[in-house]
């Protein structure tokens, strides 16, 4: 067996791969991790579904695996440096859910806005237009792009924020975005979404020094990894008002039980990866994922095998990654 699809693909997608490629349809696997450990021993390539973790364990499974594809764009339940070390490469889908996930922010932003009402001047309390508000966008990913393009036809002023990206740094000027640092971002902004790409030690970093300085009055629209958040400085900033209601499109497991800061906490909202996942945007990550797994496995193992220094039987044990729904 060359390729192993544990995850649902368009069914063109599927034909094209098996024109090409032994392949085997088994999405049953994911909900059956013998099953999946069993099947992988001859596998090459691998499609796994980004609830199903890609670590140590699996790796071992799977001596000759050269290639995983996923079709969503983040790093959730993955173990990237454990597949660098077994010469592993990962294909994921970047800029295919962009737009997607530009849109669903655009809707979030304007639903928050127009239905968590504010005091006006005259004492009674209204909902806000999203063209005459300050957005701040926290992380420079391929979605706040879009959302770079999308927000000023509503005639929104625009703001940005990036712990990797100076604020010298051109790509700002590029997208049409106002590069500030982080607490200045957060005392002038009305709304703010975050794309943030999840690293550990981007771990807690929107906590108390951060939601601290949130403008009163606040919304929130986060697609990144809620582990960013520090969990009990957001009850405590929505609690205060400053943030008066935020959208997390997943949450880790476990976040929201009885017990937790943000249990029942009113004006928080989730909702389960729904930003990415359009009919139009699985198309493109599967055809782009699938194009380059096939490149990948044109090429005779031997061609790679000297990329290869660790196998995953030698793999050291790595610090648990984070998962979530």
């Known amino acids: 067996m060359s390729l192993l699809i544990v995850e649902p693909l368009?069914?063109?997608?599927?034909?094209?791969?098996?024109?090409?490629?032994?392949?085997?349809?088994?999405?049953?696997?994911?909900?059956?991790?013998?099953?999946?450990?069993?099947?992988?021993?001859?596998?090459?390539?691998?499609?796994?579904?980004?609830?199903?973790p890609l670590d140590i364990a699996l790796l071992r499974a799977a001596p000759k695996l050269r290639v995983v594809g996923r079709m969503s764009a983040g790093l959730e339940n993955l173990d990237a440096e454990a597949c660098r070390s077994a010469g592993i490469e990962v294909v994921r889908s970047i800029t295919a859910t962009a737009s997607a996930e530009a849109e669903f922010v655009v809707g979030a932003l304007l639903a928050l806005l127009r239905r968590v009402p504010v005091q006006a001047s005259d004492g009674m309390l209204v909902g806000r237009e999203l063209g005459c508000a300050t957005v701040g966008l926290i992380g420079m990913s391929p979605a706040t792009r879009m959302l770079a393009q999308l927000?000023?036809?509503?005639?929104?002023?625009?703001?940005?924020?990036?712990?990797?990206?100076?604020?010298?740094?051109?790509?700002?000027?590029?997208?049409?975005?106002?590069?500030l640092p982080l607490r200045e971002l957060m005392e002038r902004s009305d709304a703010v979404s975050v794309q943030l790409a999840y690293y550990l030690r981007y771990r807690g970093l929107i906590g108390e020094?951060?939601?601290?300085?949130?403008?009163?009055?606040?919304?929130?629209?986060?697609?990144?990894?809620?582990?960013?958040?520090?969990?009990?400085?957001?009850a405590q900033a929505m609690g205060s008002g400053r943030i008066?209601?935020?959208?997390?499109?997943?949450?880790?497991?476990?976040?929201?039980?009885?017990?937790?800061?943000?249990?029942?906490l009113p004006g928080l909202q989730v909702t389960p990866r729904l930003g990415s996942t359009t009919r139009e945007s699985r198309v493109r990550a599967a055809w782009g994922v699938a194009?380059?797994?096939?490149?990948?496995?044109?090429?005779?193992a031997q061609a790679t095998a000297?990329?290869?220094?660790?196998?995953?039987?030698?793999?050291?044990?790595?610090?648990?990654?984070?998962?979530?729904?």
Do not use: C, N
């Open 244 to 264: 008066l209601a935020a959208w997390f499109d997943s949450m880790e497991p476990g976040v929201l039980e009885p017990g937790r800061p943000l249990h029942g």
């Open 291 to 300: 194009r380059r797994m096939d490149e990948m496995l044109a090429v005779p």
């Open 10 to 52: 368009e069914a063109e997608v599927m034909q094209w791969l098996a024109e090409r490629h032994a392949v085997i349809y088994a999405p049953e696997l994911a909900a059956d991790t013998a099953g999946l450990r069993a099947a992988l021993h001859q596998v090459q390539g691998l499609v796994l579904p980004p609830h199903v």
């Open 151 to 179: 927000l000023p036809a509503f005639g929104t002023r625009v703001i940005g924020y990036d712990p990797s990206l100076h604020q010298s740094e051109p790509l700002w000027a590029q997208w049409g975005i106002e590069p």
């Open 306 to 325: 000297e990329f290869r220094p660790t196998y995953p039987a030698d793999l050291p044990e790595p610090e648990a990654a984070p998962r979530w729904r």
């Open 209 to 234: 020094r951060v939601l601290g300085f949130a403008k009163p009055g606040q919304v929130l629209v986060s697609l990144a990894h809620s582990g960013i958040f520090d969990e009990q400085a957001l």
